[in-house]
């Protein structure tokens, strides 16, 4: 299994490092590293995280308040988006029918 990024998170990801380097310098390198760690775990067990809606999993980031939301396809788990945690969970809903 193999990790395929959504158009969607690709922004998202890019827009949170973009925000923690701009906060601290090499502060979104380190966000990357844990998402990285966080999309390992994804690979290593997805069933250890939680539906969140349908057919949507969630996997919280360490030392972020991220939520990593995913699915599971037949040969790859598909990242819908990388969530602060503040923000509303609904975009999943239609980030998965888009998709």
Do not use: W
Not at 14 to 34: L, M
Not at 54 to 76: G, N, Q, W
């Amino acid at each position: 299994m193999n990790i395929r990024i959504s158009p969607f998170a690709e922004k998202d990801l890019q827009e949170s490092i973009g925000f923690y380097n701009d906060q601290k310098a090499d502060s979104g390198d380190e966000f990357a590293e844990t998402l990285n760690r966080t999309f390992n775990r994804i690979l290593e067990n997805p069933n250890q995280f939680p539906f969140d809606y349908k057919s949507i999993k969630k996997a919280r980031m360490d030392r972020f308040p991220f939520i990593v939301y995913f699915v599971l396809e037949e040969s790859a788990c598909y990242i819908l988006g990388i969530f602060h945690s503040s923000r509303n969970p609904d975009i999943m809903n239609y980030r998965s029918k888009v998709i």
